[in-house]
């Protein structure tokens, strides 16, 4: 099986999933279109606006960020070319996951000659630095909406799990556990006897590999400017969150803590799918309900959201593929 048909097989599940979850929540929610539009057509676009833009400062802060860590290899990105690059990524992410990451370093590649390798190197360690940030919002979320997330687990996980674990239906998924985990185990002898690298060489590259972009980030030249701007990139994120739901009267009274809840949820749902093609709008929705908000706004808002993000980076996007060429020919 080719590399491509791979990638093309996961792309498809991967937007069946999403697709079928964006089913699940407005079926569930059990609205009309009707009910939906009345939401859209009272909504405070001013509001709307000001989440856009704060968005767009988002991206352009990770653009002007990322010479930080190029500098590190004494290159250079133009702020054009780095924004564009940026907003290409992301448009590309809505086709396959983490062709966004290939396709930026590409741009700059091409118009700014930075070598692939370290292009991808910096983006890896920009990553790195997400997940680090990323798990520092779900301590604060523990810390200050435990109770939520608490319910939340009960409701959603252990109740239903627990309803589910019948005597029969305990051996069938332990049954199903053991033989999973010996196909696993077969899969992976065979593959360790067709290579000749041993595990623990394997596992020291991997661990060799995820350093080096760590290594990167503590030898960045200006480090104050670059935490500076990692907080602040994603504290954008969850004011265009916040400010989107100053939109909607129905969840304009939602508290700063419960939007940090919802932005965390909505931060997950956007890794599990392609640009969070449904595992955002999913999430988002049953989070709102369980905020005992209407069920035409629980399922508005995170097409409010996620759509105008979408339509700017569609915009923009496809605004630099245009432009790119032309302003470097000059």
């Given at each position: 099986m080719s590399t491509s048909f791979k990638k093309t097989l996961q792309y498809i599940v991967l937007l069946l999933i999403g697709s079928l979850l964006i089913y699940l929540s407005i079926q569930k929610a059990d609205v009309s279109l009707s009910e939906l539009q009345n939401v859209f057509q009272n909504t405070n676009l001013i509001w709307v606006f000001v989440s856009i833009v704060i968005s767009f400062l988002s991206h352009f802060a990770r653009a002007y960020r990322w010479n930080y860590l190029l500098e590190n290899y004494n290159y250079k990105t133009d702020l054009f070319t780095s924004n564009a690059s940026v907003f290409i990524g992301y448009l590309a992410n809505y086709g396959l996951p983490r062709m966004g990451e290939i396709s930026r370093c590409a741009v700059v590649s091409k118009y700014n000659n930075i070598p692939l390798d370290i292009a991808l190197g910096t983006v890896?360690?920009?990553?790195?630095?997400?997940?680090?940030?990323?798990?520092?919002?779900?301590?604060?979320?523990?810390?200050?909406?435990?109770?939520?997330?608490?319910?939340?687990?009960?409701?959603?996980?252990?109740?239903?799990?627990?309803e589910k674990l019948s005597g029969t239906n305990l051996i069938l998924i332990l049954a199903l556990l053991i033989i999973g985990g010996i196909l696993l185990y077969i899969l992976n002898q065979r593959k360790i006897n067709k290579n000749s690298t041993s595990l623990?060489?394997?596992?020291?590259?991997?661990?060799?590999?995820?350093t080096k972009p760590l290594l990167s980030i503590h030898k960045i030249k200006r480090p104050i400017q670059f935490w500076?701007?990692?907080?602040?990139?994603?504290?954008?994120?969850?004011?265009?969150?916040?400010?989107?739901?100053?939109?909607?009267?129905?969840?304009?009274?939602?508290?700063?803590?419960?939007?940090?809840?919802?932005?965390?949820?909505?931060?997950?749902?956007?890794?599990?799918?392609?640009?969070g093609i449904g595992a955002y709008h999913f999430l988002i929705t049953e989070l709102l309900l369980f905020y005992h908000v209407d069920k035409a706004s629980a399922v508005a808002f995170p097409w409010l959201v996620w759509g105008t993000q979408f339509l700017m980076v569609l915009i923009l996007g496809g605004l630099s593929f245009i432009l790119l060429?032309?302003?470097?020919?000059?």
């Open positions: 890896l360690a920009e990553r790195v630095v997400d997940v680090l940030l990323m798990f520092v919002l779900f301590i604060l979320v523990v810390i200050f909406q435990y109770n939520d997330l608490h319910e939340l687990l009960n409701k959603y996980i252990l109740q239903p799990f627990s623990w060489d394997k596992i020291f590259q991997v661990i060799q590999n995820l500076g701007l990692s907080i602040g990139i994603w504290l954008m994120y969850f004011l265009s969150m916040y400010f989107c739901a100053w939109a909607l009267s129905s969840t304009e009274g939602i508290s700063f803590l419960k939007i940090m809840v919802l932005f965390l949820f909505g931060t997950i749902g956007v890794i599990v799918t392609p640009g060429p032309i302003i470097h020919k000059k």
